[in-house]
């Protein structure tokens, strides 16, 4: 398999927030479901990790609409944004090593520590981020960088 997470350790797979360290928000988040996602996210023990991915989970997508949350940030706190519509296995493969390295060298823990929010890490584009002025900028080598 060439898209093989295994190889990394990242096949455990858990059905309880309390037994997880990653939560992927993938897709666009309603109203209606953002109380849900930030009891799950509460529910998590430290340290614990969020990854935004695609732009609809990152930006809302192209749903700008009352019913749509614009950003799963307004929610809870995002450590890296994974890009595209819909991302393909490279990236977020890329995004949860890119977290991997972050986690590795403190800087993740610093900024926590820092603001109280997620390092803001973004995965191919820039964006303007008011809790990081200076937010680390991962290129992917997509199509359009």
């Given amino acids: 398999a060439h898209y093989d997470m295994a190889r990394y350790g990242m096949e455990t797979f858990r059905a309880s927030p309390r037994q997880a ?3 992927i928000v993938a897709g666009r988040v309603s109203q209606k479901m953002a109380p849900v996602l930030r009891q799950i996210y509460d ?3 430290e340290p614990k990790w969020v990854i935004s991915m695609g732009v609809c989970a990152s930006s809302g997508g192209m749903f700008n609409n009352y019913a749509i949350v614009q950003g799963v940030d307004q929610v809870v706190p995002v450590d890296i944004y994974a890009p595209g519509c819909p991302p393909g296995p490279e990236t977020l493969l890329h995004a949860i090593l890119a977290l991997h390295e972050k986690i ?5 823990t610093q900024r926590r520590a820092a603001t109280g929010r997620g390092a803001e890490i973004e995965l191919g584009h820039d964006q303007a981020i008011d809790a990081q002025p200076e937010p680390v900028v991962i290129r992917t080598g997509g199509l359009y960088d």
């Fill in 21 to 23: 360290d990653l939560m």
């Fill in 43 to 45: 529910q998590m023990m």
């Fill in 104 to 108: 590795r060298t403190g800087e993740l």
